[in-house]
């Protein structure tokens, strides 16, 4: 079921999803500076690309520097592929078929805003227990 999902993801709103990431984070690796933001960028895309069969879990080794690190990634990109993730649900939601979809992206909303300290894994891990 995992795979059907996905592909559907893929062709609705995956693909463009995975582009916003790509590109916001080639434009933070050619900033130097932002170069770990462009890394969470490329890795929540990868995610944004494929998503259903993995979660998103919190590094117990985050610290101060993530969270200060997330501000400037919400002032910087975050808001707009945050709001990219919003309206595509919206979209999705249109459709019976497109509501699982559209509350997946509604589900994505807070990584694209604090992608740092966060970690994607497969649904199998142990650390893949919801809370």
Do not use: Q
């Amino acid at each position: 079921m995992n795979t059907v999902l996905n592909v559907i993801w893929l062709v609705l709103s995956g693909f463009w999803l995975f582009l916003s990431y790509m590109l916001a984070g080639i434009i933070c690796c050619i900033l130097i500076v932002t170069i770990p933001f462009g890394i969470a960028s490329f890795r929540i895309g990868f995610y944004a690309l494929w998503p259903f069969g993995r979660r998103v879990v919190s590094r117990p080794d985050a610290g101060v520097f993530s969270f200060l690190g997330n501000v400037i990634w919400v002032i910087v990109a975050g808001i707009w592929i945050a709001i990219e993730h919003i309206l595509s649900g919206i979209a999705l939601c249109i459709t019976i078929i497109g509501i699982p979809l559209g509350i997946a992206n509604f589900k994505m909303v807070p990584i694209a805003l604090m992608p740092l300290g966060k970690e994607i894994i497969d649904a199998g891990d142990p650390r893949a227990v919801m809370v």
